[in-house]
């Protein structure tokens, strides 16, 4: 495939933005916190800490149920310290919101700003230069909220464009840079902070044998935030690396009850159904052949040709591919579902491992992992070498969020 160089203004056939240019990923950050737990030996604590070691059987569950994640490591916001100190909000079925709201509602903005003050420094602007904030959580829900905290925190103009999206579910990162797409193409001159952050202190609680999908949550659910800056037409001091060329969103039909999550006096208590890989590896499909549809009438004039039309493309060697890391057995079957080889999922495989699921920041994650080792491989893109790829996120509904990418040369 032709690689389109940072900066190339070309006119394209479809999905043309309105004469602003079409949006790009100018800088990318993340930030963990400090506290790291390593999933071996995270059963044991785990059962500590909620006063659990009686119920032996269902630790062995959950130590099953660890291994099968692959992970190696989660951060959380939340100490030991705070974790010992606070029973009530180790307990199955405590009342504990004020409890939990109040740490979500400190940590959600100040590991939020360390992710934001990376992207910018990575975009290679001023702060004073945003002009729209766009904060995804499902951490939290208060008012003014963490978009208002970051205004402050980062010094940017008090007349800052905000949005603020609660509870959204694992697939708002990819909705918070749809929604990013949307402002700086009709928003001359916008330069856009989209910030995704998570800390799970008001999800997080112990055991209970009548509630399996809890001990799932409880294995694989990490803290991170994930930020980008996304604008159009880049000035000559600006670094273009990832081109949002199309967005869509779709809900897998009959899937309401799969992935359910209530604010109750508790906190957040979700469930999880086993047939979630299913359902969502059965979605992707539909959502990848609708986006490989329009690569091919945006850049046709770049892919083989057959007699009449350009072929597709092939998903392994001319797609690179940003999927949310939402579990091993998901991984698993949506390489299967799409045909990919091993390494194709490598940069979502790493964030599941040093990480877990980091919810709305995770694309993020796999975002800027994946651009760190294009780089390190000295790779012309910052997408593996390739120009096309797909950024594909999922959650409650089953929500199933695809943004097809145009990685640019030169841009790492």
Same mark, same amino acid.
């Given at each position: 495939?032709?690689?389109?160089?940072?900066?190339?203004?070309?006119?394209?056939?479809?999905?043309?933005?309105?004469?602003?240019?079409?949006?790009?990923?100018?800088?990318?950050?993340?930030?963990?916190?400090?506290?790291?737990?390593?999933?071996?030996?995270?059963?044991?604590?785990?059962?500590?800490?909620?006063?659990?070691?009686?119920?032996?059987?269902?630790?062995?569950?959950?130590?099953?149920?660890?291994?099968?994640?692959?992970?190696?490591? &989660?951060?959380?916001?939340?100490?030991?310290?705070?974790?010992?100190?606070?029973?009530?909000?180790?307990?199955?079925?405590?009342?504990?919101?004020?409890?939990?709201?109040?740490?979500?509602?400190?940590?959600?903005? &100040?590991?939020?700003?360390?992710?934001?003050?990376?992207?910018?420094?990575?975009?290679?602007?001023?702060?004073?230069?945003?002009?729209?904030?766009?904060v995804s959580t499902t951490s939290s829900g208060c008012l003014p909220g963490a978009d208002w905290e970051l205004v402050k925190l980062l010094g940017l103009p008090l007349s800052t464009k905000r949005l603020m999206m609660y509870q959204a579910g694992c697939h708002s990162g990819c909705s918070a840079i749809r929604v990013s797409k949307d402002l700086a193409e009709n928003n001359p001159g916008a330069r856009v902070l989209v910030v995704a952050c998570e800390v799970y202190a008001l999800s997080l609680r112990g055991p209970s044998e009548d509630h399996l999908g809890n001990l799932v949550g409880q294995a694989l659910f990490g803290d991170a935030a994930g930020a980008v800056v996304v604008g159009c037409n880049p000035s000559p001091d600006e670094r273009a690396m990832f081109e949002l060329v199309s967005t869509s969103q779709e809900i897998v039909p009959g899937t309401g009850d799969a992935i359910v999550s209530k604010l109750r006096d508790e906190g957040i208590v979700f469930t999880l159904q086993p047939d979630v890989p299913l359902h969502v590896s059965g979605a992707v499909g539909r959502s990848v052949e609708r986006a490989l549809q329009e690569m091919i009438e945006i850049g046709g004039s770049h892919l083989p040709m057959t007699t009449t039309m350009p072929l597709p493309p092939d998903l392994n060697d001319e797609v690179f591919w940003v999927v949310h890391a939402g579990g091993r057995q998901i991984l698993d079957r949506v390489e299967t579902a799409l045909g990919l080889t091993g390494e194709k999922l490598a940069a979502s495989r790493h964030v599941m491992r040093q990480y877990g699921n980091t919810r709305s920041s995770?694309?993020?994650?796999?975002?800027?992992?994946?651009?760190?080792?294009?780089?390190?491989?000295?790779?012309?893109?910052?997408?593996?070498?390739?120009?096309?790829?797909?950024?594909?996120?999922?959650g409650p509904g089953i929500t199933v969020e695809t943004i097809l990418l145009r990685a640019l040369a030169g841009a790492i």
């Open positions: 495939m032709t690689l389109l160089m940072a900066g190339d203004q070309e006119t394209l056939s479809m999905g043309r933005p309105h004469g602003n240019g079409r949006a790009t990923i100018m800088g990318i950050g993340k930030a963990l916190p400090e506290h790291v737990f390593e999933q071996k030996s995270f059963p044991d604590y785990y059962f500590d800490i909620t006063d659990s070691k009686h119920l032996v059987d269902l630790k062995a569950r959950f130590a099953k149920i660890c291994e099968k994640t692959t992970t190696e490591k &989660r951060h959380f916001y939340m100490s030991d310290e705070w974790l010992r100190s606070n029973p009530s909000a180790t307990a199955y079925k405590s009342p504990s919101l004020i409890l939990r709201q109040e740490i979500t509602d400190e940590g959600v903005p &100040r590991l939020g700003v360390a992710a934001a003050r990376k992207a910018i420094e990575d975009w290679g602007r001023h702060a004073s230069d945003i002009t729209h904030l766009v995770c694309v993020i994650l796999v975002m800027e992992e994946m651009r760190r080792r294009s780089k390190e491989q000295g790779l012309p893109t910052p997408g593996e070498g390739l120009e096309w790829g797909l950024l594909i996120g999922f």
